[in-house]
Nanobody, 120 residues
Framework: VQLQASGGGLVRNGGSLRLSCAAS????????MGWYRQTPGKSRELVAT???????NYADSVKGRFTISRDAAKKMAYLQMNSLKLEDTADYYC???????????????WGQGTQVTVSS
């Protein structure tokens, strides 16, 4: 498994969760780490990304509530989600833009989803 996401669960409206994404040691170059989310019948959408220079990008819907961070040495990314809303309910996917050992180009890799359910 190249990317392992964890931290999803059930939370009340207004609550918080922290998602973690662990990238495999097989990655020799990680440019961007990010989180996307998807609900049934809809396309996967960007939540937040962070570059290897710590430049961040957020979807308008999560600005001010979610914070993405990374630990480059550990090849980890985190998504702190505060003030969660019902509409944040989705499967959240970790992503990496980078290269695995033996690859000469970078591409996007996806982890398995972790489910976040916000209840009223």
């Amino acid at each position: 498994v190249q990317l392992q996401a964890s931290g999803g669960g059930l939370v009340r409206n207004g609550g918080s969760l922290r998602l973690s994404c662990a990238a495999s040691e097989s990655f020799t170059w990680i440019n961007i780490m990010g989180w996307y989310r998807q609900t049934p019948g809809k396309s996967r959408e960007l939540v937040a990304t962070i570059s290897n220079s710590d430049r961040t990008n957020y979807a308008d819907s999560v600005k001010g509530r979610f914070t993405i961070s990374r630990d480059a040495a550990k090849k980890m990314a985190y998504l702190q989600m505060n003030s969660l809303k019902l509409e944040d309910t989705a499967d959240y996917y970790c992503s990496v833009v980078g290269s695995l050992a033996g690859e000469s180009i970078q591409r996007i890799y996806w982890g398995q989803g972790t489910q976040v359910t916000v209840s009223s």
